[in-house]
């Protein structure tokens, strides 16, 4: 199994966390003691058996949760509160009905007091990117669910954020929308490459997005592999019967199924 040291600077660091429920005999350990490095622009998966600490692992990153131990670092700045300077999206896409899509997407620069004209512009231009674009005036109870998760990833980029966290965001949607959304994730991180960091239960979409996969032991988590994902980009839905593909998947599955 490969472990990249990646040439890229260190964006997120993990020093030590531990997160623990409870106290005593009775405290319930979900992680302990992670210990990792994420490179600026590197796209990071997260994988593992559920209830192994993965959406908490995320959760700690982005400061909405405080681990028992250790610490997280972003840039050079220690994480103790919730970030503001991130793009985060969960498997809800959360969007608000009474804006359109448009309105959607153009929420953080509402919220930051961005100009409008500029953030409008890249708001469409995100859309566009997704085949949004003819949609950016409907409002989101008219979209599909695959369709109302690429304005959710759009909303998150949009005010230039140097890490997006993404809390198994296609987790209900079905096989096909899944690849269109795989593409189009893909899309969206070669354009604007932001630190990415992707929590999932799916060993092919984990290899499809990756620069590299974390693979959490069950609990408590630990790390128990880091694989490199040596596939070159744009990366297309046939590479998945590639040999290199292949190869990769029954690596991780050997990892998970035999920790």
């Known amino acids: 199994m490969a472990e990249p040291a990646t040439a890229a600077p260190t964006h997120v660091a993990l020093r030590g966390v531990t997160k623990a429920y409870g106290n005593g005999a009775d405290a319930v350990v979900a992680l302990d003691d992670i210990a990792l490095n994420v490179g600026r622009s590197e796209f990071l998966t997260i ?9 908490t692992l ?36 959360l969007l608000f009905d009474w804006r359109t899509v448009l309105g959607n997407v153009m929420l953080p620069a509402d919220i930051r007091g961005l100009d409008r004209a500029t953030a409008r512009a890249k708001a469409l231009r995100l859309l566009e990117r997704v085949g949004l674009a003819e949609f950016a005036h409907r409002r989101p109870w008219e979209l599909s669910g695959g369709m109302r998760q ?74 128990a592999a880091e694989i490199a994902i040596d596939l070159p980009r744009p990366r297309t839905i046939d590479m998945r019967e590639s040999a290199a593909f292949v190869h990769h998947q029954r690596e991780l599955r050997m990892v998970i199924e035999c920790p």
């Open 150 to 223: 690429r304005a959710a990833l759009c909303r998150a980029l949009l005010h230039d954020a140097t890490l997006l966290l993404l809390d198994e965001p296609f987790g209900a949607l079905d096989a096909l929308t899944r690849d269109q959304m795989n593409l189009d994730l893909q899309t969206l991180w070669l354009a604007e490459r932001p630190t990415a960091i992707l929590v999932t239960h799916s060993i092919s979409e984990a290899v499809f997005l990756s620069d590299r996969v974390v693979v959490l032991s069950p609990r408590p988590g630990r790390l």
């Open 47 to 55: 994988l593992g058996p559920s209830g192994c600490g993965k959406s």
């Open 58 to 93: 995320l959760m700690i990153i982005a400061g909405l949760e405080p681990a028992t131990r250790g610490e997280v670092r972003v840039g050079a700045a220690r994480v103790a509160a919730p970030l503001t300077d991130i793009g985060i999206v969960f498997q809800n896409d």
